[in-house]
């Protein structure tokens, strides 16, 4: 014998869900809607699902429906997080996302966007002294003595 369990949700899961980690302590999700299956309710809610490697908890948040990103803060450093997202209508809670992976970043350990700005910062100033000895060399090339 055989039982079959079915969920008449009216909803998919939510699309395009990713994460950026922006520090030590936190990650930014973001989301778009799901697609509404045949008489589709109204999101009550989103479901979000993880848990680490580090205190291996289980962990469930409900965000508003009003929003498409949240900031997942107060988390530890250096430690990979398994997430995923799923929609509630007044019919249930929908399928979730496929779980996406992050690592926080560890204490003292620069963002990329800094890292981004500190590399270009280099490269003007490392560009600006070529210049200026490429001007100075070109200077001595061309100039005459009396």
């Given at each position: 014998?055989?039982?079959?369990?079915?969920?008449?949700?009216?909803?998919?899961?939510?699309?395009?869900?990713?994460?950026?980690?922006?520090?030590?302590?936190?990650?930014?999700?973001?989301?778009?809607?799901?697609?509404?299956?045949?008489?589709?309710?109204?999101?009550?809610?989103?479901?979000?699902?993880?848990?680490?490697?580090?205190?291996?908890?289980?962990?469930?948040?409900?965000?508003?429906?009003?929003?498409?990103?949240?900031?997942?803060?107060?988390?530890?450093?250096a430690t990979v997080y398994h997430l995923r997202l799923a929609a509630r209508t007044s019919?249930?809670?929908?399928?979730?996302?496929?779980?996406?992976?992050?690592?926080?970043?560890?204490?003292?350990?620069?963002?990329?966007?800094?890292?981004?700005?500190?590399?270009?910062?280099?490269?003007?100033?490392?560009?600006?002294?070529?210049?200026?000895?490429?001007?100075?060399?070109?200077?001595?090339?061309?100039?005459?003595?009396?």
């Amino acid at each position: 014998m055989c039982v079959c369990v079915c969920l008449l949700t009216d909803v998919g899961p939510p699309r395009n869900f990713e994460g950026e980690v922006r520090s030590a302590n936190s990650i930014q999700l973001t989301w778009t809607e799901p697609l509404s299956q045949s008489g589709g309710g109204s999101i009550e809610s989103y479901e979000l699902y993880y848990n680490d490697t580090h205190f291996r908890q289980n962990v469930r948040v409900t965000i508003s429906p009003t929003y498409t990103t949240y900031l997942l803060s107060d988390l530890t450093p250096a430690t990979v997080y398994h997430l995923r997202l799923a929609a509630r209508t007044s019919r249930g809670e929908g399928p979730s996302t496929d779980t996406i992976q992050l690592q926080t970043l560890d204490y003292g350990q620069p963002h990329a966007y800094l890292l981004t700005y500190l590399f270009t910062d280099l490269l003007i100033r490392h560009s600006i002294t070529i210049v200026k000895q490429h001007y100075v060399y070109c200077t001595f090339l061309y100039s005459t003595s009396i």
